[in-house]
């Protein structure tokens, strides 16, 4: 799919331009003509041209906090019965940037005989697999306005457990980030001075002061290769920021909040996709698509071969283990005897939810006094290998009656 920049007027010579995903300039005439009336020009936008306008935009992909919007805004014209194609023509007047595109390229594959989901399963990356499955299973039983909005629950969920995480990495994050900038500030701006001094008083260096003036004079010296090292490092840390990451989400500590987050994720769309009459081996494939994490996806898959072997959901689960937490195993086994699986799968999310975030704020309380700790300790070292070699030419000197 490439990027098309347009420009159009219609019979009263009104000026319309924008842009817009296809597969050639052909399929981007046969939009306008459809939908305003006469081309004037189809530009291809170059790579480079479309990720900065991606960048500027700050919208590279779209997000939950805006799925969540578009699902509630078409299920509550759907709800008030309005069409289809009309509800996402009026998402699109008043939405601008991604909003505005998807709305455009899902009215165009309805009007070419494309279903609501086969639409959406052809914008990749902008819709997930499980929320196209509950899509195609609304439109099949006639509740898609249903469907939508409990989709529109879900992100909105997912949009404050992103917002509650990340408020509560903000303080970690800025203490470590203003002790980072300040210990680099004295390494290379105030110790050298150190460094000269000590050398002129004929004293000898610390092995630390050594180091720090060595580094000093290679950055000096090599500050184009040392530059082209730093972006090399960024590069790769950007291109394995998925390894990265979950690497990071295996750490003690971490490892715990990641699956309950991941748990609470689970159970929430799996819950919708049974509720949306979707059968149980297909929704817990479909869920384990929705699980960041390569490891819990294959406990999901194997659970999913299990259930259709003729195991209960609660048995299948436990046996590849790690999977839910004893609550959540618990209350599927009731919901299952009960009938009620997709009300206590959605209940068993809300208490995983309520118990990762007092996880979250005990983790938050206990690094702020560790943070503070090792910093004390950096600084204490920092201040000893700095007063030290003065320290002894100090207690060197004559004393004097």
């Not at 490439?2 to 009263?12: G, I, P, T």
């Not at 917002?163 to 390494?187: G, L, Q």
């Not at 046996?319 to 699986?341: A, P, Q, R, V, Y």
Request: charged share 20%; glycine share 6%; with cysteine.
């Amino acid at each position: 799919m490439n990027v098309y920049r347009w420009c159009a007027r219609d019979k009263q010579g009104k000026k319309f331009c924008g842009e817009l995903k296809a597969g050639n300039a052909a399929e981007v005439a046969e939009f306008i003509r459809s939908n305003y009336g006469y081309v004037t020009k189809i530009k291809k936008i170059r790579h480079w041209e479309e990720v900065y306008t991606n960048f500027r935009s700050g919208k590279f992909e779209i997000d939950d906090g805006i799925r969540e919007s578009f699902f509630r805004q078409l299920s509550t014209l759907l709800d008030g019965g309005i069409s289809l194609i009309k509800g996402l023509e009026m998402i699109k007047l008043k939405s601008r940037g991604c909003i505005y595109e998807v709305s455009n390229s899902l009215i165009k594959n309805l009007n070419r005989g494309f279903s609501l989901s086969a639409a959406m399963n052809k914008q990749k990356g902008t819709f997930t697999p499980a929320s196209i499955k509950i899509i195609e299973a609304g439109e099949n039983s006639g509740s898609l306005s249903i469907l939508l909005d409990e989709l529109a629950d879900y992100y909105k969920n997912q949009n404050e457990m992103r917002r509650f995480i990340r408020n509560a990495c903000i303080y970690p994050c800025i203490v470590v980030s203003i002790t980072a900038c300040t210990f680099i500030f004295f390494v290379f701006k105030v110790l050298p001075v150190f460094v000269e001094l000590y050398s002129s008083l004929g004293i000898e260096e610390t092995a630390f002061l050594k180091l720090i003036d060595f580094a000093g004079d290679n950055t000096q010296y090599f500050h184009w290769e040392a530059a082209c090292f730093f972006l090399f490092f960024l590069g790769v840390t950007y291109y394995q920021r998925e390894r990265i990451k979950e690497g990071c989400f295996k750490l003690p500590g971490l490892s715990g909040c990641y699956r309950k987050m991941m748990e609470i994720r689970y159970c929430r769309i799996l819950s919708i996709m049974l509720r949306s009459g979707i059968a149980i081996p297909v929704a817990l494939t479909a869920a384990a698509e929705a699980l960041q994490s390569r490891e819990m996806n294959k406990k999901s898959m194997m659970a999913s071969y299990v259930v259709t072997r003729g195991a209960r959901i609660s048995q299948a689960i436990a046996l590849n283990g790690e999977l839910f937490s004893e609550t959540s195993i618990e209350f599927i086994s009731i919901g299952e005897d009960s009938g009620k699986l997709p009300e206590m799968l959605m209940e068993a999310a809300d208490i995983v939810d309520s118990e990762l975030q007092a996880k979250l704020k005990n983790l938050k309380a206990s690094i702020e006094p560790i943070l503070l700790i090792i910093i004390a300790f950096l600084v204490g070292c920092v201040i000893f290998s700095v007063a030290s070699p003065m320290m002894g030419l100090i207690s060197g000197m004559p004393e004097y009656i």
